[in-house]
């Protein structure tokens, strides 16, 4: 009998910074069963993975898919058939050609990537040249599961407080394209320490994670670790690079982004349409739906996104309010302005041993409790690890116990989450404080 794609994928060599993040071959348990998260490259998933991922769901875990806060897909409620799950991932192409390849794929794009209209280039040839080399190179899958690599090409449908090891960021100099890049922040506000052409961009990646692997203990997981040690210029100093660092590029800044993830999208050519699962949760039926609108009135994809959404892309100009019909009739949000859209929340008590309260329930409840007023982002933490978002929302509800919260509202003056402005208060108490303006919040 020829061996099976399961079969035929080598198991990892134990890694010197082991992790315990999910990923495809290492299912971790919780409170409501195994999670496996299914990493897609640069947030891509065709129609009939969709598919595969629904069918996959209900045949060997509990039917409930997440959408990440880094654009990929996690099945929770996994049963005791993991070979099973697994064999059906890679059947579908969902999964890397080895399996010691699987954590290291961590690359960020915008869900527009290649059609937003503001792009300065599109960025999906140098991201697929990344990925492969990621994949590709048995050292660098002793990087740690959660480095991570952005590479943004100037679109406005682009997260930009997502903290990455490396960010790639494209800017125009003196009519030529470049990239500029930082270390252990974000394009938001992180520090450019240079800049090189978009056709040395593969060999400024190549570079920094040779010289993070020469340079970081096994303790030192991340760049921000290595970081502590070895200053940022000595760090670009070494790698042995032509890179441009003059006045024109360190004091360049990425202008922030100022457009919805959801609803209608501008595209170079046509339209796209962002909708979103309640609380990043899909249901098998959300997940065929989309993928047969992709498939019926769009390109036959779905780009998954840092907002726990879905972006589908060239639809059809004549069907598109049919799409967001059908989208919402199968329960996918597709207006930013509704309460729900704009509130994210962990697993919750129900799904994770160290939250203090059902997180996911307590969000919509607070939903309808919310008015226009409210502020453009709320986050609902079951505990101080905050793992639902890899940024600090502008507000922070932490859970104290089941249905009680501290508020705390991001400010640039403190750390963490930001200001404290009211503790072990209601939900009810924190829909009337949050149904104010902002600048009320904040007196």
Known sequence: MPDTPLMQARTPHPSPRPSACPGLWRIVSALDGGICRVKLPGGLLL???????????????????????????QIRGVGSDHQGLVQALLAAGLGPREAAGDDVRNLMLSPLAGHDPAMLLDARPLAGQ???????????????AKFAVQLDAGERLAMLEHPHDLWLSALHVEGQTWLAFGLASCPADGQVLGAVPVAHGLALVRG???????????????????LGECPPAAFVDGLGLPIRRDAAVLGWHRQPCQVSWLGLLPQAHGLALGVAPPQGRLTTAMLRAAAQVARQQGDGSLRMSPWQSLV???????????????????????????????????????????????????A????????PGAPGSVHLSGCERSCAVAHVAPVTLLAR???RYDLYLRTPRQPGFGALRATDITLNEAGAMLALPTEHLDD
């Open 208 to 226: 920094v994670l040779e010289r993070f692997l020469d340079l970081a203990t096994p303790a030192q997981t991340r760049m921000r670790h290595l």
């Open 312 to 362: 589908l892309t060239n639809l059809d100009a004549n069907g598109h309010e049919q799409a967001r019909a059908t989208l919402a009739a199968a329960g996918l949000m597709c207006d930013g302005q509704q309460p729900l859209a704009r509130i994210s929340a962990c697993t919750g008590a129900s799904g994770c041993a160290k939250a203090k309260a059902e997180t996911k329930a307590d």
């Open 130 to 144: 990344i990925l492969d080399l990621l994949e590709g190179t048995p050292r660098y899958h002793q990087l740690s």
């Open 47 to 73: 129609a009939d993975q969709a598919e595969a991922v629904a069918a996959a769901a209900e045949r060997f875990a509990g039917g409930v898919i997440e959408a990440t806060n880094r654009g990929n897909l």
């Open 364 to 371: 919509v409840a607070l939903a309808a409790l919310l008015g």
């Open 401 to 403: 116990a089941p249905g």
